[in-house]
């Protein structure tokens, strides 16, 4: 049974950080791309980070080009999305996933707000 289990979330002034960590377990994880979704209140959720099987390769939509970054350890079966700069647009649950495969953690809340 695939399970995917966040953390790292909490509350954050504007223009601070957060490190999320996703932790997989029931997959080959060193196999799969990975990513990171987020939903807002009353918003679909939208993909926020994607990393590639190897660690070597990541996408990023416009939103959060340049404030986030994705990493995996594929020897803890775990990636990470670092968040700078981080402002009230942020505001959402993240959720990781494997594309692929239809399997979702409970996510967790981040809250940006002074």
């Known amino acids: 049974q695939v399970q995917f289990v966040e953390s790292g979330g909490g509350l954050v002034q504007p223009g601070g950080s957060l490190r999320l960590s996703c932790a997989a377990s029931g997959v080959t994880f060193s196999r799969y791309a990975m990513s990171w979704h987020r939903r807002a209140p009353g918003n679909e959720r939208e993909w926020v980070a994607r990393?590639?099987?190897?660690?070597?390769?990541?996408n990023y939509p416009d939103s959060v080009k340049g404030r986030f970054t994705i990493s995996r350890d594929n020897a803890k079966n775990t990636i990470y999305l670092q968040m700078n700069s981080l402002n009230s647009d942020d505001t959402a649950v993240y959720y990781c996933?494997?594309?692929?495969?239809?399997?979702w953690g409970q996510g967790t809340q981040v809250t940006v707000s002074s």
């Open positions: 996933n494997a594309p692929g495969i239809d399997s």
């Open positions: 990393i590639d099987s190897s660690g070597r390769h990541t």
